[in-house]
C-alpha cells in the first residue's frame, strides 16, 4: 500500500469516528465518574509518590487524570499503560515499548510488552497506585488482567490501590461459559462468564474477595465508585476504549463477533468498521464485501487486501444490539456450516476465548444454538450468586 493510501485510509477513520460518535444526546448526564469525585481521592494522594495506571480513556470533560493530578500539585513519578498502549494506538496483541509521555515527560512503563506484570523493580518508589481505564465488561477484554496483575504487584510490596470506577457498557447482562482452569490465559484469567455484568471497580473487588491474586494474597483496595449509576442505564462513551471499537455498535457486538478472530473470519480489523461486519473471500454468495486494508490500529490485520464476502452490521442502530441482551452464535454457526473446510475453520486462539473446548466441539457437532446456551444455565447461575456480594450498583 502507497503512503498516501495509508494517510487517507487514517484521515476516513478519523471521520468516521467523528461522525458516528462515542457520545449523543441519549447520554444520561447525571451518573458521577469515579475521576470526577477529587473531593474522594486527592486527599489520599498528596504527600506521596503516585503511579497511574491509565491509557486514553482516562480522562474527565477532556483533560487527562495524570494532567490534573500534576496541576493539582500531586507527585505522580510513573505511568503504567496496558494494551494498546498509554495513547491507545498500538495494534491488537501488538507488543508496546515502555517510552516517555510527550506531554509530562513521565517515565511509562509497558504492561504489554516484556512484561504483563509490573516487576519489583518497577513497583519501586511507590506510594500509592490510582487505576483508571474504561472497560467494556467482557472477559477478554484484557483491561482487567492487566488489573489482576498490578493488584498482584500491588498487594506483594503492600502498596494501596485506588480504583476509580466507570460504568460498563455491557453491564445490562450475563452470558456465555465459564472459563475452565485448563484454559487460563491472558485474555481470560477468572472462571467467570464471557460478560461478567461487572464495573470494573466490583470486578476489582471480586478479584480480591475470591482471592484470585497468588498465593491468595489481597490487595488493599479502595474503589471510588460512580454516582447516579445503575447497570441497566444507557452510558455512551466519550472516548474509545481501543482503536478497533469505535463506536457503541463495536462495543455491543463485540462479545459476540471476537469469536470470530478464533477463526478465518475477518471481524473488519483495517477498514473502517471494526466489529461491525464479518467475512471471508470465500462466502461469495453474500452480496456485501469488504477489503482489510493496514491502518492505525490494524497494522497488518488480517485477510489484508482480500475481498471478503460476509455481513455488515453497520446498518442496524447501536440500541438494537443493546437490547438483544445476550450473545448471538448465529453467525458463528452459519459461517462454520458455510465454510468448505471445516477441519480449518478454527484456530488454536478460539478455545482460549470461549474458556473451554465445549464450545467449538458443539459447534462441529451440529448443535443449536438453544442447545448451546443451555449448557451455561448452570454455570451463569452459580456466577450470578457468587458476585452479589461485591455488587456495587443496582
Not at 166 to 177: A, L, T
Not at 226 to 239: G, K, S, V
Not at 377 to 382: E, R, V
Request: proline share 6%; hydrophobic share 40%; with cysteine.
Amino acid at each position: 500500500m502507497t503512503l498516501f493510501k495509508t494517510l487517507f485510509l487514517g484521515v476516513c477513520l478519523f471521520f468516521y469516528m467523528a461522525v458516528e460518535g462515542m457520545q449523543t444526546s441519549s447520554q444520561d448526564t447525571s451518573i458521577i465518574l469515579g475521576i470526577a469525585q477529587t473531593d474522594k481521592y486527592y486527599p489520599l494522594l498528596y504527600n506521596k509518590k503516585v503511579a497511574v495506571v491509565g491509557n486514553q480513556s482516562t480522562q474527565f470533560n477532556g483533560n487527562h487524570l495524570v494532567d490534573n493530578l500534576i496541576k493539582s500539585g500531586v507527585d505522580v513519578i510513573k505511568v503504567f499503560s496496558p494494551e494498546h498502549g498509554f495513547r491507545g494506538k498500538a495494534d491488537a496483541g501488538e507488543a508496546v515499548a515502555d517510552g516517555k509521555d510527550i506531554i509530562t515527560g513521565l517515565p511509562i512503563i509497558s504492561l504489554y510488552g516484556d512484561n504483563k506484570k509490573p516487576t519489583v523493580a518497577q513497583m519501586s518508589g511507590i506510594d500509592v497506585i490510582v487505576f483508571d481505564i474504561q472497560d467494556v465488561g467482557v472477559r477478554f477484554y484484557t483491561y482487567i488482567s492487566t488489573l489482576h496483575y498490578v493488584m498482584e504487584a500491588a498487594a506483594e510490596k503492600n502498596i494501596p490501590l485506588i480504583l476509580l470506577d466507570r460504568p460498563n457498557p455491557n453491564g445490562h447482562f450475563i452470558d456465555g461459559p465459564v472459563l475452565e482452569k485448563k484454559y487460563q490465559s491472558f485474555v481470560g484469567m477468572h472462571p467467570i462468564p464471557v460478560v461478567h455484568g461487572m464495573t470494573i471497580g466490583e470486578y476489582a473487588q471480586m478479584i480480591n474477595g475470591e482471592k484470585w491474586l497468588k498465593n491468595g494474597m489481597q490487595c488493599e483496595l479502595t474503589v471510588i465508585r460512580c454516582e447516579n449509576y445503575e447497570r441497566t442505564m444507557d452510558y455512551e462513551l466519550p472516548i474509545m476504549p481501543s482503536p478497533n471499537l469505535p463506536n457503541m455498535r463495536s462495543i455491543y457486538l463485540y462479545p459476540s463477533l471476537c469469536f470470530f478472530e478464533g477463526t478465518v473470519v475477518s471481524v473488519g480489523r483495517g477498514t473502517l468498521k471494526p466489529f461491525q461486519q464479518i467475512g471471508h473471500p470465500v462466502y461469495r454468495h453474500y452480496v456485501y464485501s469488504f477489503v482489510p486494508k493496514p491502518m492505525e490500529g490494524a497494522k497488518d490485520p488480517k485477510l489484508k487486501d482480500m475481498r471478503c464476502f460476509g455481513v455488515d452490521f453497520s446498518n442496524r442502530t447501536a440500541k438494537s444490539f443493546k437490547a438483544m441482551g445476550r450473545l448471538d452464535l448465529s453467525f458463528l454457526i452459519e459461517f462454520y456450516k458455510n465454510y468448505p473446510e471445516h477441519s480449518s475453520f478454527f484456530n488454536n486462539y478460539f478455545n482460549l476465548l470461549a474458556g473451554n473446548n465445549t464450545l467449538q466441539s458443539d459447534i462441529k457437532a451440529g448443535k443449536t444454538e438453544l442447545q448451546i446456551r443451555n449448557s451455561w444455565s448452570k454455570g451463569i447461575a452459580d456466577f450470578k450468586v457468587m458476585r452479589e456480594v461485591y455488587l456495587l450498583y443496582p
